[in-house]
Structures are given as structure tokens and as C-alpha cells.
């Protein structure tokens, strides 16, 4: 008795026999949860299979950035979702960032109107639900934009209908190689540069405008190749073509709501995160980095924002967790995504309820553990060393 | 401790798996009500009227189930569910009868484990443009936007018609009839396809009905019908012939008005006597039903041509298949022996 009460009473072995009992709990719960899903699953006559992956989908899917017609596989839907997926979660977060640093760096301007319209964004967009955003944005474009035959033309070439927004679309031809060649060889010149100018910087102390001349280098070398090859490139122009219009690129207006809703829904979270990482930097950086004479958009892109980004980015890599998992909502207005298809439709039509919603689950997981393994790695790059 | 887990996760695992045996019939006598699972609104098979209270065709018919076995037509509690949610709702438990102009299909009563106890309402895919566009007919549709409800059937025979005709379309799927039509009059898509009874029913909700137009062709063949699970056969037994004594109603000439009266005498006609509880009918007491069953679903709902008419002649669908086999019609039952 008295070892028994020796050994609860030292913190060492406590710590581990509650830790024991814990994952006996666990492991209780997981196998009860198991053995339920088996008994329910026997009871219903089910089994758990994965062969109906393989089987002819048999419904169409309205955007694909892979080949795919209704006689690819229910996995290859699947993957079309994904793919779908990330697409939107990619402009997502690109408006996002955007939206949310400028919103950000304007809430903390001197200018009283700019930051209390930036102060009336984020409390207005952040406190009505992302589902309704996407509604609206939705219900925006489908109700105010006009049919494909009166579509808004801009220039001939671009259309803007309730069925989405129509772009040209560059054609490459014979000769397009000569423009890659000229294009890459900018790049590593701009590498170089860029190498070269910071050397020359901490040396000497001489700065060259890098930016300006990397752009121009990388915009007319490939122009220059373009030109000497006889012009590569063609557009293809949308044109009306009985009920909608054909070629060029198309954005869906699904697709362009996602978008807007997403990004500007984040971006409101995002602007807080920007602007309590700047808050954060000790008002002394500032003050030092104006007295020595920097103009204000050098004090915050050398100073302020190189060690606010520190602060900022475990809380900006949720987010992009969370556009992406909101990006699931996608199925209330018909976008295609990974729940549409695989999660939905297939799950349906072959109705493999839990067979299909573990695959979702774990891609969803993987998804976002990977994007936060990246975010990790990029945090232990920047954060601050020996100190 | 660890026999004790042991014990109480197979205790579980057994109740769970009685609640399971236990017969449909005896579940729903005990809560007093029958669950049914209906569409999220389609007027004419189901809908909320003024007063909130759900009204159709496919109602009617959990109405005539719960008068059958419940003996009041009103013990009914409505769950609805879209054409995506509906298989997974009636497999979880959600209801006893799934009455949601629901096809029958070899894929789902054999591989999603349902089964079909008949059919109710014999139907066809079609399409539904506005005038304006100027179609004609379905072959015209190349390269169209098409509204589809996802989940159905009416999306794999879109994918099979269109490939099969060498056309190409552009697939805006929704979940429901009312989001449909949300879409298709905000122009969204050119077409709306779905059950022809389906496009009667939306038709009729829309305020400018001479503007549009159901092409003419019928693209599939969509028998539809109420479903229950598999494994309870007294129970999909006892909802089959709720089904066909409606049908007999008909048949026989028994109406709500004159129900009461035929089974109180002895008719010539004795299959009459057998379905109304004059004369024993062989074999009622092994699905549990009283003698008066047929007459509480017919006194209290209707008989088939009843609530058809009462329901669906107002979207002016017509009998045409779904009449009686002697009226040129499929319906065809077997006789009440
Ligand atoms: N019969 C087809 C289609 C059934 C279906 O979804 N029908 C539509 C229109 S006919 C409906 O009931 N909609 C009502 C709702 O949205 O709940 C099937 O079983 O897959």
C-alpha cells in the first residue's frame, strides 16, 4: 500500500500514470468508435471499399484544369476538385495578402478618414459570416451583370455577362522557345544583379535602384525575343457563339465570387494581424530609422516590416488555413471543388458516405498540415537568430 | 477495469445492434408518429401551404402510411431533404419512408442497400428553356448552360444524352428546385432539366408561365417511388400495399365519400370486402395491421386518383402513363387475394 501511495505521491511517476490512463481513455473511445461504425455498418449491409474510386464518375464537372469528361473515374473527379480547390484558394489568398497589408498599413496612417474606412472594413466584413459574403457576391454577379448576348464589352475583347467574365487567351506557336530562352537568361541576369547591387551596398554603401532595373530587364528581354521571332503569340478573342461564349479564358462567376468573398473576407482578419505586428515593433525603430533620414515608405519597408513580419506570420498562416477550409463552402453556390465532387456528388451517386468523407478529411488535413510545415520552415528562417 | 470496459462497449455495440432488429412497425407505434423524409419544397408532391402545413403528392402518401398502421393520417413528422442528403437521411434513421420523387434504379436498390416498393408516378427527364431563346428541341442545346439538381439521376442521363449526341454543355449544379429556379430566371443558365413533373411544378410557381416552354423530348425514363430501408420486409411489405390499396381504391370505385358506406355492407365485388376488412384477407395479422387499415387511408387521404387530381391536376399534369392499366395507363396492381 504505502508503495502504491509512494508512487502517486512522486510528481515523476503521477505525471505518467495520468498520462497512461489518458491514452487508455483514448484508445477506449477510438476502439468504441470503430467497433460502432463496424456494427453499424454490418447492420446496414455495408462494406468499406475503395473500388467505386475507379469506376466511371458519369456526371460532367463545368471546370477542369485537367482533362476529365464524365466517363474519367470518380478519383479523377476527385482530383479535378482538388485542383479546383487550390485554384481558388490561391487567388484567395493573393487578394487576401494584398487587401489585407494595404488595409493594414492604412489603418495606422496619420490620415484620419483613410484609417476609420479601414477601421469600418474590418469591423464590418470580419462580423458578417463568410457564407453570406459568398451569397452575395454570388447573387451580385448572377442579378446585376447582363446576359452573355448583351454582355458589358471592354475593347472587343474582354466580356463581363452573368455567366462569368471572358478574357483572351495567349496561343503559343512555332518559335515561343526564343521568348522562354530571353526570359530565363532576365531571370538569372536579375539574380545577379541583385547579388552583385547588395555586395556592392555593403561594401561601399552605394545603392542602385534594383528593383526598377530587374523589371525592366525582365519585361524587355523576352519582349526583344518576342519580337525577333517573328511574334509567337497569338490571343485568342472570346466570341459569342449561340448560347454563350467560346474561347479565351473563362472565370466562372462561381469561381469570381469564392474569390471576392474569400479574399476580402480574410483580408479584414489579415489587416488586424499586419497591424498588431507593426504595433508590436517598438516605436523606437521607428523614431531611429526617421532620424536618420529614411523617407516613411523606406522606414516601413526596411524597418518596421522586416521585424513585424516575424509576429505576423504564425497568425497570417491560420489564415490561410482558414481560406482554404472556407473554401469548402464553395458547394452552396455549385463552385466544384473537392466537397462538390468528390464530397458530394460521388459520395451520392455511389453513395460510399464514409469511404468518401475520409478521403476529403485526410486531403483537407494534409493540406493544411503541409501549408503549415512551410509556414514553420519560413518562420525559423526569419525569426531571429542568437540572440 | 479493463473486462468492465469490455463489458460496456458490448453491451453497447448489442443495444445498438437491437434498436437495429427491432421492427419498423413496433418503433413507429411506439413514438406514435411516422418520420417520413419529402422534398425541401416542389409544389404539388411537397410543400408548406398557407398554414404551414406541408401538402402534395408524395405526402400524401406518408399520410397514407401513418393512417394504415397509426390509424390517423396526421401522425406524420416531415424531415425534407435534398436529392443529395436523401439516401444518406433514410439509411441514418432519419425517417421509415423516403417519398421524395425518388427513381428507382438498379444501382440503388442493389448497391445502396434501398428498397423500392413500387411505383408511384411514372416520369421522364425534360427541359425547360424561355421562348426567347428561340429552341425547339433539346438537339439544339450545344454548347447551352444547364441547371441540375446534383445527386440525381437527372445529371447522369444530362452527362449521357449530350455525349451521346455529340454536344457540349456547360453544368451549373444546385442543390435544390427552389435554388434552380433562383438561377434559371437570373439567367444564370439556358435550360432547366429535371423530372417533367418537376418542370410542371416549377412552371406553375412562375408568374410569366406563357414565357417559357418544355421542349418536347423526354430524355430517360424515371420511374418514381417511395423507398425504405433494406432488411425489414414486414415493414416494406406493409408500405407496398398501402400503395396498392390506394391503387384498388381506384380501381373498385372506392372513394373517400363512399369508403364508410362500402364497408359497412357486403359487396358483390369481394376483393372490396377483402381490402376493407369485411372479409378476412389472408395474412393482415403478419404485417400487424388491423382489418380497417385500407379504410382509414382511404377515408382519411384518398384513393390514388384522388389525391393525383387533388395535387397535380392544378400544375395540369395529366394521367397519361400514370393512369390505370384499364385506362391506357401502366398502373397495374396485383389483386388483393
Ligand atoms: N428523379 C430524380 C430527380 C429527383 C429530384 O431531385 N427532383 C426534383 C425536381 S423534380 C425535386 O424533387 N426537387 C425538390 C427539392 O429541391 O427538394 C432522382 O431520383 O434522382
Not at chain 1, 473515374?73 to 495578402?97: E, K, M, W
Not at chain 1, 477601421?119 to 457564407?131: A, D, G, M, Q, S
Not at chain 1, 522557345?177 to 538569372?188: C, G, M, Q, T
Amino acid at each position: 500500500m504505502n508503495f502504491f501511495a509512494n508512487i502517486w505521491r512522486n510528481e515523476k511517476s503521477r505525471e505518467i500514470i495520468v498520462q497512461i490512463f489518458v491514452l487508455l481513455c483514448v484508445g477506449w473511445f477510438l476502439s468504441w468508435l470503430i467497433s460502432n461504425v463496424d456494427a453499424n455498418f454490418k447492420a446496414l449491409g455495408k462494406d468499406l471499399s475503395f473500388e467505386f474510386l475507379f469506376i466511371p464518375a458519369g456526371y460532367d464537372i463545368n471546370q477542369y484544369l485537367i482533362e476529365y469528361n464524365n466517363r474519367d473515374s470518380h478519383l479523377r473527379a476527385g482530383i479535378v476538385g482538388l485542383l479546383n480547390t487550390g485554384l481558388v484558394a490561391f487567388f484567395g489568398i493573393i487578394l487576401a495578402t494584398f487587401l489585407g497589408i494595404t488595409l493594414g498599413i492604412i489603418r495606422l496612417s496619420k490620415n484620419w478618414l483613410a484609417s476609420k474606412i479601414a477601421y469600418w472594413y474590418v469591423e464590418f466584413t470580419r462580423n458578417v459570416p463568410i457564407l453570406l459574403h459568398i451569397l452575395l457576391w454570388h447573387g451580385i454577379i448572377i442579378n446585376t451583370l447582363p446576359h452573355p448576348k448583351k454582355a458589358i464589352n471592354i475593347g472587343d475583347v474582354t466580356f463581363l455577362s452573368n455567366r462569368g467574365f471572358y478574357i483572351p487567351k495567349p496561343l503559343t506557336e512555332i518559335g515561343i522557345e526564343l521568348v522562354y530562352l530571353f526570359f530565363v537568361i532576365a531571370i538569372i541576369f536579375s539574380i545577379l544583379f541583385f547579388k552583385y547591387a547588395k555586395k556592392k551596398q555593403d561594401l561601399t554603401g552605394q545603392q542602385y535602384p534594383v528593383i526598377w532595373i530587374n523589371l525592366m530587364v525582365l519585361i524587355t528581354l523576352p519582349m526583344i525575343g518576342f519580337f525577333v521571332s517573328g511574334m509567337p503569340i497569338t490571343l485568342e478573342i472570346p466570341a459569342l457563339k449561340g448560347f454563350n461564349f467560346r474561347g479565351g479564358m473563362h472565370m466562372s462567376p462561381e469561381l469570381a465570387a469564392l474569390t471576392f468573398a474569400l479574399g476580402i473576407y480574410t483580408a479584414a482578419f489579415i489587416a488586424e494581424i499586419v497591424r498588431a505586428g507593426i504595433l508590436a515593433i517598438d516605436k523606437g525603430q521607428r523614431e531611429a530609422a526617421e532620424s536618420i533620414g529614411l523617407k516613411p515608405s523606406k522606414v516601413m519597408n526596411l524597418v518596421i516590416l522586416p521585424q513585424a513580419r516575424r509576429v505576423i506570420i504564425p497568425p497570417l498562416t491560420s489564415q490561410y488555413l482558414n481560406l482554404t477550409k472556407n473554401s469548402s463552402l464553395a458547394i452552396a453556390i455549385g463552385y466544384m471543388d473537392l466537397v462538390a465532387t468528390l464530397g458530394g456528388i460521388s459520395l451520392n451517386q455511389t453513395g460510399r458516405e464514409m469511404e468518401t468523407m475520409l478521403i476529403v478529411m485526410l486531403i483537407y488535413l494534409s493540406v493544411s498540415l503541409s501549408i503549415s510545415a512551410f509556414m514553420n520552415w519560413y518562420n525559423n528562417k526569419v525569426k531571429l537568430v542568437g540572440r | 477495469m479493463k473486462t468492465k470496459i469490455l463489458l460496456a462497449a458490448a453491451t453497447a455495440g448489442v443495444m445498438f445492434a437491437g434498436s437495429v432488429l427491432a421492427s419498423t412497425l413496433d418503433d413507429v407505434r411506439a413514438r406514435g408518429k411516422l418520420n417520413c423524409i419529402i422534398n425541401t419544397g416542389l409544389v404539388g408532391f411537397a410543400a408548406p401551404d398557407d398554414k404551414g402545413k406541408w401538402q402534395g403528392f408524395d405526402v400524401d402518401f406518408c399520410r397514407a402510411v401513418a393512417a394504415a398502421t397509426l390509424g390517423d393520417a396526421d401522425k406524420v413528422n416531415y424531415t425534407t431533404a435534398t436529392g443529395k442528403t436523401r439516401f444518406t437521411k433514410l439509411a441514418a434513421g432519419e425517417g421509415e419512408i423516403l417519398s421524395r420523387n425518388t427513381t428507382w434504379t438498379f444501382s440503388r436498390d442493389v448497391d445502396l442497400s434501398q428498397t423500392f416498393i413500387g411505383v408511384n408516378y411514372y416520369d421522364g427527364q425534360g427541359f425547360m428553356v424561355p421562348k426567347a431563346l428561340g429552341v425547339k428541341s433539346a438537339k439544339e442545346l450545344d454548347g447551352a448552360s444547364v441547371c441540375i439538381q446534383t445527386g440525381t439521376t437527372t445529371e447522369l442521363n444530362l452527362a449521357e444524352y449530350f455525349a451521346g449526341n455529340g454536344m457540349k454543355y456547360n453544368p451549373v449544379p444546385i442543390e435544390t428546385n427552389a435554388e434552380a429556379q433562383e438561377l434559371y430566371k437570373a439567367g444564370r443558365c439556358d435550360v432547366y432539366t429535371t423530372d417533367a413533373s418537376g418542370l410542371f411544378a416549377t412552371l406553375y410557381s412562375f408568374d410569366n408561365k406563357a414565357d417559357h416552354m418544355v421542349l418536347p423530348e423526354v430524355v430517360s425514363k424515371e420511374p418514381l417511388g417511395p423507398v425504405v430501408r433494406h432488411g425489414d420486409d414486414q415493414w416494406a411489405d406493409i408500405v407496398s400495399w398501402v400503395l396498392r390499396a390506394m391503387m384498388a381504391g381506384e380501381e373498385k370505385g372506392i372513394t373517400s365519400k363512399n369508403v364508410k358506406e362500402l364497408a359497412a355492407k357486403d359487396n358483390k365485388d369481394k376483393e372490396i370486402n377483402r381490402l376493407l376488412g369485411k372479409d378476412p384477407l389472408q395474412g393482415l395479422s403478419k404485417l400487424g395491421l388491423s382489418p380497417d387499415w385500407a379504410v382509414n387511408v382511404i377515408s382519411q387521404v384518398g384513393n390514388y386518383a384522388e389525391t393525383f387530381e387533388k395535387h397535380l391536376y392544378p400544375l395540369t399534369i395529366q394521367r397519361g402513363m400514370n393512369a390505370l392499366y384499364k385506362d391506357g395507363g401502366l398502373h397495374y396492381i396485383p389483386p388483393i387475394k
